[in-house]
């Protein structure tokens, strides 16, 4: 059998998240001495937070899905737009490729985000040492891809900026654009509050 | 001590690996990214950096693009978005696209000029650590290329009603998102660390 890997935390050393400087423990100051980010040898209540805001994220999603983001009118018609209805619209106009960018950035993406953060909250939850490299791979990727939701908030900002002509044709952000912009930073911010090493402390356990 | 690492993603301790210049040092049980040693590092992430201020200047002065339908015309600049979603009381929402898409690219750009043409002549500028720190901590903050994508998708979307005509600043924002990658790409903060070590 091969030897248990050994962690900075079994060796009595802090690796600092940021600069990967090692530090020893006891360490007197909870700096680094290098870059001077806070040290931690995990994210202190990295899964409390982590569940709080993706829990606030989830309430969030409803209005942001329910509520219109966009409120147009057009020679004294006036029309809401909630980002599905949205869709639809760019999918029955004919421009599929349009509809698919926001149906992936604007649906897909944020609720695939929290489903995986709720899966690796679980599982880490429950000691589980199913394929840790899986779920550091499904936390790296949900860190890439949150940002891109954000894509519909500036397709609003731009419409607003470019569509003013009076009478003629006008946009206005409406309310669900505020409650989506939220899920996308809440999600952001649990995808960060949510350590990666809780996965594999695990492994560690299993190996003595 | 000092030639051992501890990933961040997983804190396996590590010997710090040896690799050469535009390869990548992965950790050996999770296979997270450790580091990128780059060829030139300092002095192409200092020239990207200086182009980028250069379009960013352009790109938030100059007209963005235009909206041209039945002889009305409607020209909008970088910032105009933000400021007409502050006058419909959406005024978080103008904060936020201010801060991803102008505040925090530029304060990255700035940051990265003022702490890396010192590190260059080997000089450190007081709160240079303390910059770096932040700028690490903002990246992922700063949306310049999800804007671009939203640019795209209003485009097409606004095709079908009027006509649009591009800006000046337009084509300064699509070379900046280039730019910006490349920085992006070229800077090797392992390096950068080292240098800066307020030990040292």
């Not at chain 1, 639809?88 to 149906?103: D, T």
């Not at chain 2, 049980?29 to 450790?34: D, E, F």
């Not at chain 2, 450190?124 to 992922?140: E, M, Y």
Request: overall charge positive; aromatic content about 8%.
């Amino acid at each position: 059998m091969k030897p248990a890997p050994l962690t900075a935390r079994e060796a009595n050393l802090i690796g600092c998240r940021l600069c990967h400087l090692l530090i020893p423990l006891p360490q007197e100051q909870d700096h680094c001495p290098r870059c001077g980010a806070r040290l931690h040898q995990r994210q202190p209540n990295s899964i409390a937070r982590c569940w709080a805001l993706l829990i606030a994220a989830m309430l969030f999603y409803l209005p942001a899905n329910l509520l219109p983001i966009t409120i147009s009118s057009a020679l004294g018609t006036r029309q809401s737009d909630t980002i599905l209805s949205g869709v639809l619209y760019l999918l029955n106009s004919g421009s599929w490729a349009i509809a698919l960018v926001i149906f992936v950035a604007s649906l897909f993406v944020p609720l695939m985000k929290m489903v995986i953060l709720v899966f690796l909250l679980v599982s880490v939850q429950l000691r589980s040492s199913w394929r840790p490299k899986d779920r550091t791979r499904l936390y790296r990727l949900t860190e890439l891809v949150g940002r891109w939701s954000m894509v519909d908030i500036y397709v609003v900002t731009i419409m607003v900026a470019l569509v003013r002509l009076g009478a003629l044709a006008n946009v206005e952000a409406g309310p669900g654009a505020a409650y989506f912009a939220a899920v996308v930073i809440l999600t952001m911010f649990a995808a960060e509050s949510f350590d990666p090493r809780l996965i594999w402390d695990r492994m560690e356990d299993r190996n003595e | 001590m000092k030639s051992l690492m501890a990933c961040h993603e997983c804190d396996l301790l590590q010997r710090i690996p040896s690799v050469p210049e535009g390869r990548v040092a992965l950790c050996s049980r999770c296979a997270a990214v450790l580091f990128r040693p780059k060829r030139n590092s300092l002095d192409r992430t200092l020239a990207l950096n200086l182009t980028g201020i250069l379009l960013y200047a352009v790109a938030v002065s100059f007209p963005f693009l235009a909206l041209k339908t039945q002889g009305f015309v409607r020209e909008a600049a970088l910032l105009t978005g933000m400021k007409v979603l502050y006058q419909q009381g959406m005024s978080s929402l103008a904060l936020l696209v201010t801060l991803t898409c102008i505040l925090f690219p530029l304060i990255e750009m700035l940051s990265l000029l003022y702490i890396l043409l010192p590190l260059k002549f080997g000089r450190k500028l007081p709160g240079a650590v303390r910059l770096f720190h932040s700028v690490q901590v903002l990246r992922p903050w700063g949306m310049m290329e999800v804007f671009m994508l939203g640019i795209l998708v209003s485009m097409v979307k606004l095709a079908k009603m009027a006509t649009i005509i591009p800006g000046t600043a337009l084509w300064a924002f699509v070379l900046l998102i280039f730019v910006l990658a490349g920085s992006a790409a070229s800077l090797d903060s392992h390096l950068v660390w080292e240098k800066l070590d307020r030990r040292a």
